[in-house]
C-alpha cells in the first residue's frame, strides 16, 4: 500500500491502526483498553470519522503515548527544523479547539503544542491522557479556565502551571474572545 494519504483524519486513523496492529491488538482489546465502542474504532481507522479530543486522548492512553506522540506519528517526518507550514493542525469536531505540533518530530522527550480553545468552548480529557508524562500550561493570551480533578485554576495571559499526578481535566474558555495557550509535554518513559 504506497498511496498518499492527504486527509488529517485518514492519517490519524491509519496511525491508530498502525499503533493497534503494532501491539497485536484486536479491535475489541482496543475498544476494551480505551472504552471507545468498536464501531467508533472501526470508522476512525478507515478515516470515516473525526475523533474528538476525547476520543484522541482515550486512544492515546490505551496506547501509552501522549496525545502529542500519537499526533506527530500520524503526521510529521523527521527533522530538527518544522516549518509553520508543515506543523500539523488538528480541530476538535466538537468544540473547535484548535492543535497545532509546534515541536518537530525528533528524540527529545518534549513536545511542544500550540492550542486555540475558541470563546465559550470546553474540553475535557481523561486522566489517561497524562500518563507517563508531565506538562506545562503556558496562556499566551486571553483566559483559561482549568480544571485539574478536584482542583480549578483561573488562568491569565503569562500564568504558567505544571501539572500534578494524572487526573481527568476540563480546558474551559469562559469569555467571549478566544484562548491560546501552549502546552509543553515531557515524555518520561
Avoid at 504558567?160 to 481535566?169: K, N, W
Wanted: include cysteine; proline fraction near 4%; glycine fraction near 6%.
Amino acid at each position: 500500500m504506497s498511496h498518499k494519504i492527504d486527509n488529517v483524519d485518514e492519517k490519524i486513523g491509519a496511525r491508530i491502526r498502525i499503533e493497534r496492529e503494532a501491539r497485536g491488538w484486536s479491535l475489541t482489546e482496543l475498544a476494551e483498553k480505551s472504552g471507545v465502542s468498536r464501531a467508533m474504532i472501526n470508522k476512525v481507522e478507515r478515516g470515516q470519522s473525526s475523533p474528538t479530543a476525547m476520543l484522541m486522548a482515550r486512544f492515546s492512553g490505551a496506547f501509552g503515548l501522549s496525545m502529542s506522540t500519537l499526533m506527530a506519528r500520524a503526521e510529521m517526518q523527521e527533522g530538527r527544523l518544522l516549518r509553520h507550514k508543515d506543523q500539523p493542525l488538528w480541530i476538535d469536531p466538537d468544540s473547535g479547539y484548535t492543535r497545532r505540533h509546534v515541536s518537530p518530530a525528533s528524540d527529545l522527550p518534549v513536545d511542544v503544542v500550540h492550542i486555540d480553545l475558541p470563546a465559550k468552548a470546553r474540553v475535557a480529557l481523561p486522566a489517561s491522557s497524562y500518563v507517563f508524562q508531565r506538562h506545562l500550561i503556558w496562556v499566551l493570551h486571553g483566559m483559561l479556565s482549568f480544571t485539574e480533578g478536584e482542583t480549578f485554576h483561573q488562568m491569565e495571559q503569562g500564568d504558567c502551571l505544571e501539572l500534578g499526578a494524572p487526573s481527568d481535566c476540563v480546558f474551559a474558555n469562559e469569555t467571549d474572545e478566544a484562548c491560546r495557550y501552549a502546552v509543553i509535554v515531557v515524555n518520561t518513559r
